[in-house]
């Protein structure tokens, strides 16, 4: 797997959005094949959702920005768990999941 794939997506208005992928070091992980899973990549896109382009200086924690993030999972076997992502500015998500055997993305 990759540490850095390239990305060539497009937000929900057709705007082209690119990515760096993890920027920090990458481990080699053991996985347990009765329920287990591990991150192969993940991939948060910011996108500024303003009703116009910021001409000044932004506030921190008042501007209109909206973070998607897509997990690129790999499970040897069949697993279900729970799928967390948090924000360091205070955005959690949780969501119950079910993996395929190989490559999963959420």
């Given at each position: 797997v990759d540490?850095?794939?390239y990305?060539?997506?497009?937000d929900?208005?057709?705007?082209?959005v690119?990515?760096?992928?993890?920027?920090?070091?990458?481990?080699?992980v053991?996985?347990?094949r009765l329920?287990g899973?591990a991150?192969?990549?993940l991939?948060?896109?910011v996108?500024?959702v303003g009703?116009?382009?910021?001409?000044?200086a932004l506030q921190?924690?008042?501007?209109?920005?909206?973070v998607?993030?897509?997990v690129?999972?790999?499970?040897?076997?069949h697993a279900?768990?729970?799928?967390s992502?948090?924000?360091?500015?205070?955005?959690?998500l949780r969501?119950?999941v079910e993996?395929?055997?190989?490559?999963?993305?959420i």
């Amino acid at each position: 797997v990759d540490w850095g794939p390239y990305i060539n997506m497009r937000d929900p208005d057709g705007h082209p959005v690119w990515t760096r992928g993890i920027w920090k070091s990458v481990s080699m992980v053991r996985v347990s094949r009765l329920n287990g899973a591990a991150i192969a990549y993940l991939v948060p896109t910011v996108h500024f959702v303003g009703a116009s382009w910021p001409v000044a200086a932004l506030q921190d924690f008042a501007s209109p920005f909206l973070v998607h993030v897509r997990v690129h999972l790999w499970a040897p076997e069949h697993a279900a768990g729970e799928l967390s992502v948090n924000g360091s500015w205070g955005a959690i998500l949780r969501r119950d999941v079910e993996l395929s055997p190989g490559s999963n993305t959420i």
